[in-house]
């Protein structure tokens, strides 16, 4: 099993910053990439940005690009968000999941508690 925490969200003003964190730990050498959902009141839960654990390739959200940067130590124990000009509409709960497979955007098999990032306008 692998277990997932996240830490870093809060309250920001529009076009404000804030970089979130999520803690691998457990059976991580299953894990062959990451990635970070968001999921805002009365909406589906969105994909955002996905790294591979090696390479460290990246996929983004066309609603976050150029915005929003993923990264991994190099331990591959933590995963990182780094969101810059933050808008309203980024206001959600953001998840860190863990997948054991190649899809980049479904079919994670681990998730964590998710952490709130509220942006204010």
């Known amino acids: 099993q692998v277990q997932l925490v996240e830490s870093g969200g809060g309250l920001v003003q529009a076009g404000g910053s804030l970089k979130l964190s999520c803690a691998a730990s457990?059976?991580?050498?299953?894990?062959?990439?990451m990635g970070w959902f968001r999921q805002a009141p009365g909406k589906e839960r969105e994909f955002v940005a996905n790294?591979?654990?090696?390479?460290?390739?990246?996929v983004y959200a066309d609603s976050v690009k150029g915005r929003f940067t993923i990264s991994r130590d190099n331990a591959k124990t933590t995963v990182y968000l780094q969101m810059n000009s933050l808008r309203p509409e980024d206001t959600a709960v953001y998840y860190c999941?863990?997948?054991?497979?190649?899809?980049?955007?479904?079919?994670?098999?681990?998730w964590g508690q998710g952490t709130q990032v509220t942006v204010s306008s």
């Open positions: 457990g059976r991580t050498f299953s894990i062959y990439a």
């Open positions: 999941a863990g997948n054991r497979g190649y899809n980049v955007y479904r079919g994670y098999d681990y």
């Open positions: 790294i591979r654990w090696n390479g460290g390739s990246t």
